[in-house]
């Protein structure tokens, strides 16, 4: 029986990243690999034509139509190329002041906490922070700004029957839903009303209509004001400047545009690959922080430094904080994995070394593995970050000053592989970096970061186990993350 393509999701071959999800990487027995693979993992990253992503594992997403996460090759690189000139200065200066927006209105409902809770008081991080990495990538992706108050009691504007941010919320939430249920199952349950099942569906069709209406809205208000000669302000979401990017294209250049659809289903997917990775990487930061409290100090200097009296501005020389952000993708990469399809025979060339029980590396040897055609290789992102011979015999430890660079001492790139690397890398990564920075410089200006009552006085490692426990899934996910804010001073 063919399932339909909707099905293809699960298919245990095709999708091997995303199906060994829950149980890849494997939990106490990740790092220390005993080979040097930086060199190998250039290669595969950059030689496009060899190694290609396991786009089918995504086919899946391309709910409002083809994007460039579910592409490869020349379809891809349409995409790729406007998607380019979409995330530029303009849009991270955007991303920046709707940060900023987005941690006011968090700030604001906190102060109502303390209200009741007093000075201090503990919250969970991740429902917090994937609310605002929600709503700054629906504001800076869909140029809708919305709010932390609006919710489905929020009256739809005319046209509309879903507000824009219960759209957003509704279909982020029943993604799964959508992607694994086959058109044929919504037009089967429209008939037959089966329990459970049908009210979800509808609330899905619903809501990922409800979105696409309100996308094509901008579509055509971003056109509109092209036309009109640009004579107003428009804020340099993605989805606009896709569309002007689009419009700039060459109608007979072999590159087409892209259609209606296709702008759409970038924008979508924007929005899911920019909003879970960032929320869970600022979950780990923030715990962090709470741990170290050393750190925590120089991100407040660094940052009373650059922004002394106002909240911060535009993000400049916020070189420690950048740091602490990197440190903490290297020990949490959200995406632990990446797959390659090999489409031609080859070779590839690694280190193998042997380690000492106290971390010490010997026996360094150059070797060399053949890599068939139609097989597939993937890149553990844990191993690479924590192999020694590239970070070092401390490499367990969190240690942000790693990556900053001095006379003697050059951090290694090519070890670094949170946003993959190549052609294919995370094209969100200055707006990931942008919005993350604005985050952690504005929460530790305003509120102290300590350890939650339970977890004073016990030793560090406990800490630890407590606060930065997490479980794999499609991106590795916090599950203990929590501190408590004391408001400064
Ligand atoms: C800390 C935050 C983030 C991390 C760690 C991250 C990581 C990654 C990684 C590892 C990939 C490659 C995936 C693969 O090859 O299977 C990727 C691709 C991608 N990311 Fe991100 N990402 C982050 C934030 C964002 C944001 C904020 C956006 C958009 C606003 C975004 C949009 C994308 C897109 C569109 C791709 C596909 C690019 C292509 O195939 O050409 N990401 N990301
Ligand atoms: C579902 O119904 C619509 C309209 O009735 C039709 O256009 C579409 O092809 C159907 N989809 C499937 C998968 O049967
Ligand atoms: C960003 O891209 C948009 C659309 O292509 C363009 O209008 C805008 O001028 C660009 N901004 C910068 C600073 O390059």
Excluded at 112 to 125: H, N, P, Q
Excluded at 339 to 365: C, M, W, Y
Aim: hydrophobic share 40%; net charge neutral.
């Amino acid at each position: 029986m063919c399932p339909g393509r909707g099905l293809l999701w699960l298919h245990p071959f095709r999708s091997a990243s995303i199906v060994l999800g829950p149980i890849f990487p494997l939990k106490g027995r990740i790092g220390h690999y005993y080979a040097k693979f930086d060199k190998a993992i250039k290669t595969i990253s950059n030689d496009r034509l060899t190694y290609q992503k396991d786009v089918e594992a995504y086919e899946a997403l391309n709910i409002y139509g083809e994007n460039i996460v579910g592409t490869e090759g020349s379809a891809w690189k349409r995409h790729r190329t406007i998607a380019k000139t979409a995330f530029n200065e303009s849009n991270h200066a955007f991303v920046w002041t709707e940060t900023i927006r987005v941690i006011n209105e968090w700030f604001t409902e906190l102060e109502e906490v303390a209200k009741t809770r007093g000075k201090a008081f503990t919250i969970d991080l991740l429902p917090a922070l994937t609310q605002v990495t929600l709503l700054v990538v629906s504001s800076a992706g869909f140029g809708r700004r919305a709010s932390w108050t609006e919710d489905s009691k929020t009256e739809p504007p005319p046209g509309h029957k879903i507000a824009f941010r219960p759209a957003v919320t509704s279909a982020v939430g029943n993604i799964i839903t959508r992607a694994l249920t086959p058109g044929w199952i919504y037009n089967m349950s429209e008939k037959i009303h089966i329990p459970v099942v049908t009210p979800i569906l509808k609330e899905t069709k619903q809501s990922f209509e409800a979105l696409g209406l309100h996308m094509l809205d901008v579509v055509s208000q971003a056109r509109a004001w092209i036309a009109g000669g640009k004579t107003t302000q428009m804020d340099a979401a993605l989805l606009r400047n896709l569309v002007e990017a689009n419009m700039a294209q060459e109608v007979d250049s072999d590159q087409r545009r892209l259609t209606d659809e296709e702008l759409l289903s970038d924008t979508f997917v924007f929005l899911l690959a920019g909003h879970e990775t960032s929320a869970h990487s600022l979950c780990f930061s923030i715990a962090l922080l709470a741990l170290y409290p050393e750190v925590q100090k120089k991100i407040l200097e660094e940052a009373m430094k650059l922004w002394p009296d106002a909240p911060p501005t535009l993000a400049s020389h916020t070189e420690y904080t950048w740091a602490v952000f990197h440190e903490t993708l290297r020990l949490f990469p959200p995406v632990a994995r990446l797959a390659k399809n090999v489409h031609s025979d080859t070779v590839l060339n690694a280190r193998t070394f042997t380690t000492l029980p106290e971390g010490k590396i010997k026996d360094v040897q150059e070797t060399y593995i053949s890599v068939k055609a139609g097989s597939m290789v993937i890149i553990d992102v844990f191993g690479l970050h924590m192999n020694p011979i590239h970070w070092g015999e401390d490499v367990a430890d969190f240690k942000p000053e790693r990556f900053i660079d001095t006379d003697t001492y050059r951090w290694p790139r090519d070890a670094f592989v949170a946003f993959s690397a190549g052609p294919r890398s995370c094209i969100g990564q200055r707006f990931a970096i942008t919005e993350s920075l604005c985050v952690l410089a504005s929460l530790v200006r305003k509120y102290e970061i300590i350890l939650p009552d339970d977890l004073q006085g016990k030793p560090l490692e406990e800490q630890k186990r407590s606060l930065l426990h997490w479980t794999p899934s499609v991106t590795i996910t916090p599950t203990g993350a929590r501190v408590r804010l004391r408001l400064r001073q």
